[in-house]
């Protein structure tokens, strides 16, 4: 679980990292100021949670059900959340806007949300 968790952490950080550079660089002439701003909330909460990710590998030792379940939520929710966004501002600039990612960024949201609540209860526990 611990490699899964540094690892999901690191891949998310490169992304964030060529995917806020891209957005900023390649699709500056195409998006909008309104999609340029919804991209890079999109990176920003994945470098965020790529952090998030490194650290309770670092801090947790993955031996309850609690603490898997947080790292979980937080990689799902990453998923969902920062490439749904992804996919909305993109397929909204060339033209043919992908409706059906509009509720998955909530749930991704969600998921984030359910992390950091059952992070903060580990360690309120401990």
């Known amino acids: 679980m611990i490699q899964l968790t540094q690892t999901a952490g690191a891949l998310f950080g490169v992304l964030a990292v060529v995917l806020g550079a891209f957005g900023a660089h390649a699709l500056k002439k195409v998006f909008t ?21 490194i650290l309770i590998s670092i801090t947790l ?3 309850t059900s609690i603490e898997k379940t947080v790292a ?32 998955i960024t909530p749930l991704g949201g969600l998921l984030l949300t359910l992390g950091w609540t059952l992070l903060a209860f580990t360690f309120i526990s401990n």
């Open 33 to 53: 100021p309104e999609l340029q701003q919804s991209f890079e909330t999109g990176v920003r909460y994945q470098m965020y949670h790529a952090l998030l990710l």
């Open 61 to 63: 030792s993955f031996e």
């Open 72 to 103: 979980y939520l937080i990689i799902i929710g990453t998923l969902l959340f920062s490439f749904s966004i992804y996919g909305l501002c993109l397929s909204s600039a060339f033209g043919k806007k992908w409706k059906w990612l509009g509720p």
